[in-house]
């Protein structure tokens, strides 16, 4: 029977995005907007599409091979496979299910699961739990999307924010005292509508009249999703780092969801973090849903900026509504 004493934690990650660059400049001839309303309002310059003939499953292959290699683990290793998603290559079968046949893990378990942009430390929090209770030990998680192909483009108040990445960890028993520390998640469905796709589901499947309607794409009140986002992210971070007995003081690096640079610093400002310890590539990037923290974490760690040892946070909200924050002794 499983003990439940191992302490898990990320022992190796790794990223994609694609190669096609969407900056704000380009966007000023598809919508009625400007370079500078995009950067002032929401810290974006320029966001990352996927060409016609890029899935999901693509990016998250590519981020889960590099998450391998920096754990110098091959992926017969893997006991079990998550991939965070709201945008998989298609409903049936899961998107990690083709990753799992892509990196070459065979018969390894795997599973979907959707928590909007929350996904990432969703499935990092099943994964510690599972690691820590030994009922596995290599576990890859991937957050991945794509919300490039879900965006109208021709709402300007949704399509200058988004854009499509993946970042992948490999989470595994660590030493005593490191890894995943604890988490705060939540959601508020009472809230859903507030940022949803209407069609493609069981209440309204696909029909030639959802696509007229341009049922297929993003709906989102920004407004009040920000009035959400400010308060929870600073509120989910305190709530996880107390289930640890620490406090915002002891945090070396803050890795938020990357949806918009005054949300990021509104949660600092409540934290009462110093610039240095938040990281930023919102202006990079835009807003990847599920892969936007992992894809931050990888780069600050390829950056240098996080080491062993270092307390690191990450937060995250998103469609449902929901949130996630975890905090993490850093263990590579
Ligand atoms: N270009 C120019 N003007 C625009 C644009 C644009 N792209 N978009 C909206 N506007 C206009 C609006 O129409 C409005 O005009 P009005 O005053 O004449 O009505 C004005 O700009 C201000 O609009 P607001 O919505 O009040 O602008 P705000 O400062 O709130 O910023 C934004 C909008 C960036 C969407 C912000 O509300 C936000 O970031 N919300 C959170 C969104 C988010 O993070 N969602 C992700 C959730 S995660 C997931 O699961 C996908």
Redesign the pocket.
Known sequence: MPNNTRQAGIVGIGSAVPDKILTNAD?EKL????DE??KT??GICERRIGTDQTAASDLATEAARAALASAGMGAEALDLIIVAT?TGDSPIPSTASLVQHRIGSPRTPAFDLSA???GFVYALSVARGLVASGLHTNILVVGVDM?SRVTNWQD???????GDGAGAAIVSPVGEGEGILSFCLGSDGSRGDL?RIRAGGSRLPASAQTVQDGLHS?E?S??E??KF?VRIMGDAAVEALEKCGLTPADVDLFIP?Q??I??IEAAARRLELPDEKVFINVQKYG?T?AGSIPLAMDEAYRSGLVKKGDLVVLVG???GLTWAAAALRWAM
């Open positions: 966007l919508v009625d907007t400007t309303w995009i309002r929401s709201v909007g942009c929350s919300l300007r108040t949704t399509c200058v924010l988004f940022l993003i989102m920004g407004r999703v920000f986002a969801h949806a918009n005054r949300i807003n849903s909200f998103g469609a």
